[in-house]
């Protein structure tokens, strides 16, 4: 059953009398049965498995881990995502090596409270649904095994079943009033763990340097899991330099109190300093050594200096570095929560490309394997626990907030990416309690705050957007969303000076709007006419509404990412002239699901990212890399935008985004000059050509030039001169079909076939026949319900080689028929 298993840390045996290192980890992705309903009882998920019983009801699905409850219905355009208990349940084979060692299941998330049990027995049980837990099943085991029923009916194997629960709770944090779901589910991998009987719980390794690195020094202690109560062990410990050699090692007797002991203090000479554009790492290795066997345990770390300047900008190794950042969500098309390895490797390293050396992971712990991807490429980290929204519950809340918080600093207190720990969001925002109490917060604030330092006295604390706490964290985040929620983005730089006087640790996060990825517009700045300016740029109750309330470009704007481009383009030109800034975080990366938005263009998702869910990039990626990379690159604004319009002879503007120092553009053939770039020159950093488009189509290059490199971008678009009329008309068809697959694009239309290329009608999507419908994606492509981008939409299908028919309908006009 485990042969398609990936073994995490390979079984290894060293030569040692009477002793072995056989440390394994196994990740248990294959073979699962998943159930999205509650049971009756655990008797109902290990009755005779497979055994053909047809009253046995009700049906189980195969899935793989990790595996989110919620991986579809999260973005259903037709319903409330759900929100309940569900059940997994698979055979594992148990053959642990030590022969007095323990075995564990060690769990890297799952939500939203998790109960374990081995055949019918339950092992454990966790509330939370984004830190790390483990179970250890070893007692279960060994007694299931004793059982006549463990080789009759199971023939060697353990019955392991799991019930995750993200059912409504108002004594649970994160608030249902979240801006994102609460995932029911496996959605991050669970391991099978073999340990001996004394084993590393874990390891604190304090790594300090001063600014100007010429003293550093490490500070190591450890936690040990001791269930035999062993009384003594030797240990080693080890530090490998970033080149892979052993620089310092430290042996010694030590006698187990059952409390975090000191391994060893190190003076490190000449220590290689991690940064942003160098990260680099050193390994910390812990063997524990007792006549059962050996354990072996191992850290990276980083020794770096930082400082937030008090009423000035930030510090990395004693030099200014302005803080580039974004956010991110544990979310993606298909999936929703439970990304691979490789999908959150992807997702990382497409920030750093973008120039991202900063990041906050919003609004819980996330996953190990991005806090190791932030200390390997380079970026310094707001982690934060998900006291979010709903204001303040009673005992056990606050309890499971003090755990969460306890949990996230000891489970990730060795990344040097980390400098900030996020003790809340938005605690300003009442709902989820009758009574709604300043003090009682400010007095909780406080408590997590005091215990983040008690554990933790060598990075900041902070929180984003409660005024009423923020003289309580280092570090505080006000609501600044110039250009969006409130105001025009022409006043971010003055709101932001003003909000910087008033606390002693500036950061700003969150800022930005939705853009509905392919819709473009010729005068994406219409909407600011309407916005009441010197207002401020809070977000504010009811901002995020499409309906009611004040003009602000939110609910007015057209939502095209020709709006949010010269949002972001203002933003960053700014921000090179703010030399007090300590940096700022773009909202978010990517689009992601939530269940407070409805309405919006893809329903169900907030389309603030600069990539799509499904990782396709909006233009703004590249005004980002424009401003914040190193690397030469350009892009001409518009590869997804097909069609523009205007009268004849009328002149457009067209945008190039480079780091490059000139480009020169040619418009179907001819040159229009050469532009320098210069940052401060508005927009597109002064590389932007005026030009009258011929009707029809038009092809658009770009030669850039950065010292002795040279790079090329094009485009080509139709010019459309005549005037649309109210739509009369569907036009649809399918454009390309590979490996299976057909993508299907339908046009709204005027009475005489003219694209109505500013519509934001709605269209629906169904499909009759063998096939299959690629949607609930979240995406623009990948929505069955979907608003037009510029007179069009799109969406693939599975043909599966039979019959299909697509229908399709848009309010207003008749329906249409196409059948592949």
Known sequence: MLKKNIIWLVLVVIGLQNSVIAQQ???????????????????????????????????WQKVSLPHCVNAEDSVDPDMNYYQ????????????????????????????????????????????GGYDEFTVDIT???????????????????????????????????????????????????????YKPALSVDKVFALATVDKDGKNASLNVKARFYNPKSASNAEVELKLISPSGKVINTQKKQIQLTGKDLEIANIKVAKA??????????????????????????????????????????FLLNGKRLLLQGTHRHEDHAGVAAAMTDEMMRTEMKMMKDMGVNFIRLGHYQQSRTILNLCDSLGMVVWEEIPWCRGGLGGDVY?????????????????HPSIIIWGLGNENDWPGDFPEFDKEKIRVFMKELHDLSHALDPTRKTAIRRCD???????????????????????????????????????????????GHARRHSENPDNALRKVKTGVGADERAGDASLIGGASRVSKDGDWSESYIVNLVDWHLKEQETMPWLTGTAQWPFKDFSTPVRPDNPVPYMNQKGVVERDFTKKEVFYVYQSYWTKKPMVHIYGHTWPVRWGA??????????????????????????????????FPAAGLRWNVAPNAGKNHVKVIAKKGKTVLEDEITFEYETRQWGAPAKLEVRKIAEENGKATIEVK????????????????????????ELIDNQGTSTGSRYVQFYNGRALISVKTNGGKNTIAVKSEGVPSELLTL
């Not at 694209?755 to 096939?771: E, I, K, P, Q, Y």
């Open 139 to 193: 007692d279960a085991v060994a007694a299931f095994q004793k059982t006549d029923v463990y080789q009759k009916q199971f023939k060697g194997k353990i019955p392991l079943s799991i019930r995750t629960d993200n059912s409504r709770d108002l004594e649970l944090i994160p608030s249902d009033l979240s801006d994102f779901n609460l995932y029911g589910g496996i959605y991050r991998y669970l391991n099978l763990v």
């Open 398 to 414: 606050k309890q499971q907030a003090r755990r969460m918080l306890t949990n996230m600093i000891e489970q990730h207190y060795n």
């Open 748 to 771: 709204l239309k005027d009475a005489n076939g003219v694209t109505c290329l500013d519509s934001r009608n709605w269209v629906r999507f169904s499909l009759a026949g063998d096939g």
């Open 648 to 681: 004849a002879g009328e002149e457009k503007m067209i945008k190039v985004f480079s780091n490059c120092d000139e480009a020169e553009l040619f418009v179907n053939g001819k040159s229009q000059g050469v532009k320098k770039r210069n940052s401060q020159d």
């Open 272 to 313: 290689e300093l991690w940064s942003t554009d160098k990260p680099t790492l050193y390994t910390v290795e812990l063997n524990v050594k007792t006549a059962d066997g050996v354990d072996q345990h191992q850290e990276k770390i980083g020794f770096r200096h930082f400082e937030f300047v008090e009423k000035g900008p």
């Open 468 to 514: 009423f706490c923020k003289d309580i964290v280092d570090v505080y985040s006000p609501s600044i969303w110039a250009g969006w929620y409130r105001g025009i983005y022409t006043e971010y730089k003055q709101v932001s000076e003003e909000e910087f006087k008033k606390v002693k640790h500036f950061l700003h996060v969150e800022w930005g709007g939705d």
């Open 84 to 127: 309940g208990p569900s059940w997994y349940r698979t055979l594992i084979e148990v053959k642990n090596p030590y022969q007095t060692g323990r075995t564990l299941l060690h769990f890297e998330g799952a939500g939203q409270k998790t109960d374990v049990y081995i055949y019918q027995t339950k092992v454990g049980s966790h509330v």
């Open 25 to 59: 980890k196994i990740r248990l992705n294959d073979n699962w049965e998943f159930l999205k309903q509650d049971l009756g009882g655990i008797w109902e998920a290990v009755r005779p498995v497979g055994a053909g019983n047809p009253e046995s009801v009700p049906l």
